[in-house]
């Protein structure tokens, strides 16, 4: 069972490498409009999620968790990517402004990488509590939720390439 719910979350990061064919560098930390967020900083969303819930030490719900006790370390695992909000009022730093379009998406893919590797190592029971998540979840609960995080996410790259008059692969 936990490799199907992995094999989901697998074809929503396919899409995630659909989604940045042919973003332009110059589109990848641009934003669309006020109150919308670029590409980058969706996809720094997913990467941030991915690697605080797989590669964090957190034995409760937290939000704001100490990234330095996180086994997955980037540029887009960053609290300014927590939650809309925070990504709205905060500028990406110079190096972030500085990935291009290929950087953001590679990184976006190893961070994934190294999550999933952290949950197969981890091979929890997928009926057991998740301590960091919902109250009363359990893994395969959020397996099943983080599957939806990525493919909503996704769909808002392709709309902010539409917006920004960008043509993008038929999805």
Not at 23 to 37: F, T
Not at 65 to 80: E, F, G, M
Not at 101 to 114: D, G, Y
Not at 129 to 148: D, M
Request: charged share 20%; with cysteine.
């Amino acid at each position: 069972m936990l490799e199907t719910l992995i094999g989901g979350l697998e074809l929503g990061f396919f899409e995630v490498t659909e989604a940045f064919k042919g973003l332009a560098d110059e589109n990848v930390w641009k934003r669309p409009s006020i109150g919308l967020l670029s590409v980058g900083e969706l996809a720094g969303h997913i990467a941030y999620w991915e690697a605080v819930r797989l590669g964090c030490e957190a034995t409760e719900q937290d939000l704001r968790p100490d990234l330095t006790k996180c086994n997955i370390t980037s540029l887009l695992v960053d609290h300014r990517f927590r939650y809309y909000p925070d990504t709205l009022n905060t500028t990406p730093s110079t190096l972030q402004l500085s990935m291009t379009s290929a950087a953001v998406c590679q990184e976006l893919l190893r961070i994934h990488q190294e999550s999933v590797a952290l949950l197969r190592a981890l091979n929890p029971d997928l009926t057991s509590p998740v301590p960091w998540w919902q109250p009363g979840s359990n893994y395969a609960e959020y397996l099943r939720y983080a599957t939806f995080h990525v493919a909503y996410h996704t769909g808002q790259m392709y709309s902010v390439r539409h917006l920004l008059g960008e043509t993008t692969p038929d999805n």
